[in-house]
Structure formats: structure tokens, C-alpha cells
């Protein structure tokens, strides 16, 4: 199953927090106090975004960390690769990129697809699509153009 490390999550998390008050410097107890999250593990995350010139401690009185690029030019995947390295949908796609199957993958091409799919959409989200939005509203999908031809006949 593809899903995010929780420390990615947290990473999102604390980016949308302080997105979310443009110019606002948060500690990280204060951010893991808003959402929950462990303090240690928190500022593990924040020092990755911090190496990744994303976010900036701040030290003093009101330290904490800001962000130092505007929240529109933040990717969610800069961030996931920030916090996890490289997004690897399967085997194929590493810098090895061979398997024991690969010589006869049917599948190898359209999972590339998909993979390429992914790393679009999370290129394509940013920091201020996450502060911008309480829930997602996703697009729903097509409608057919005749509704009776979707209709599952069930023998009775």
C-alpha cells in the first residue's frame, strides 16, 4: 500500500500550521500541542525541513521555526522527499531498477504511468493548497452518458 511515513504527515502538518498565519514563528511544542503529535519526533521533522531551506529556527524568547519560502512555491513532494527520501511506487523505479521479473513485466509500463501520475499531483499541491483548504473537496467523477447501460443485471 502506498501512504505517507507519519513523519511526512507531520511535516505537512507543521508547514500548514505555520502557513497558515503568513510570517508567524512557532515553537515546536506549540505545534505538536495543537495537533497532538510527539514533541521529539516533531522536531526531528522540522530540523529535516529546515536542512531543506523550507522552514528556519528561529532562537530566542519567541524562537521557533518559520517558513522562508512562500508556502505557494512549497511542494507536498519536496516536503516527502525532504522528510523521506525518494517516493518509490514499486522495485522498478529505483536506481537499480531491475527485478527478478523485469524481463518479462507486463505491468512495468503503466505502473510508470501511475508513478509519474503520483509525483505530479503531490508536485502540483502545495503548502498553501493545504493552509487554503479545511477538507478537499475532490472533483467527482464522470457521469456516464447512458445511465442505463451501467445497470448490473443480477440473476435471481
Given at each position: 500500500?502506498?501512504?505517507?511515513?507519519?513523519?511526512?504527515?507531520?511535516?505537512?502538518?507543521?508547514?500548514?500550521?505555520?502557513a497558515?498565519?503568513?510570517?508567524?514563528?512557532?515553537?515546536?511544542?506549540?505545534?505538536?500541542?495543537?495537533?497532538?503529535?510527539p514533541?521529539?519526533?516533531?522536531?526531528?521533522?522540522?530540523?529535516?525541513?529546515?536542512?531543506?531551506?523550507?522552514?528556519?529556527?528561529?532562537?530566542?524568547?519567541?524562537?521557533?521555526?518559520?517558513?522562508?519560502?512562500?508556502?505557494?512555491?512549497?511542494?507536498?513532494?519536496?516536503?516527502?522527499?525532504?522528510?523521506?527520501?525518494?517516493?518509490?511506487?514499486?522495485?522498478?523505479?529505483?536506481?537499480?531498477?531491475?527485478?527478478?521479473?523485469?524481463?518479462?513485466?507486463?505491468?512495468?509500463e503503466?505502473?510508470?504511468?501511475?508513478?509519474?501520475?503520483i509525483?505530479?499531483?503531490?508536485?502540483?499541491?502545495?503548502?498553501?493548497?493545504?493552509a487554503?483548504?479545511?477538507?478537499m473537496?475532490?472533483?467527482p467523477g464522470p457521469v456516464?452518458?447512458?445511465?442505463?447501460?451501467?445497470?448490473?443485471?443480477?440473476?435471481?
Open positions: 500500500m502506498l501512504k505517507l511515513t507519519k513523519k511526512a504527515d507531520y511535516g505537512l502538518i507543521a508547514l500548514r500550521h505555520l497558515s498565519v503568513p510570517g508567524a514563528t512557532a515553537s515546536t511544542k506549540d505545534i505538536a500541542d495543537a495537533y497532538h503529535l514533541v521529539t519526533l516533531l522536531a526531528k521533522v522540522l530540523q529535516q525541513l529546515a536542512r531543506a531551506g523550507i522552514v528556519q529556527s528561529v532562537s530566542g524568547t519567541n524562537g521557533g521555526y518559520k517558513l522562508i519560502r512562500h508556502p505557494n512555491a512549497v511542494s507536498a513532494l519536496e516536503v516527502v522527499r525532504a522528510i523521506d527520501g525518494p517516493v518509490i511506487l514499486t522495485h522498478c523505479f529505483t536506481e537499480h531498477g531491475t527485478c527478478d521479473q523485469s524481463d518479462n513485466c507486463t505491468v512495468r503503466p505502473l510508470k504511468k501511475v508513478h509519474e501520475a509525483l505530479d499531483v503531490l508536485n502540483r499541491f502545495t503548502i498553501t493548497d493545504l487554503e483548504s479545511r477538507s473537496k475532490l472533483t456516464p452518458l447512458n445511465p442505463a447501460s451501467t445497470i448490473v443485471h443480477q440473476e435471481i
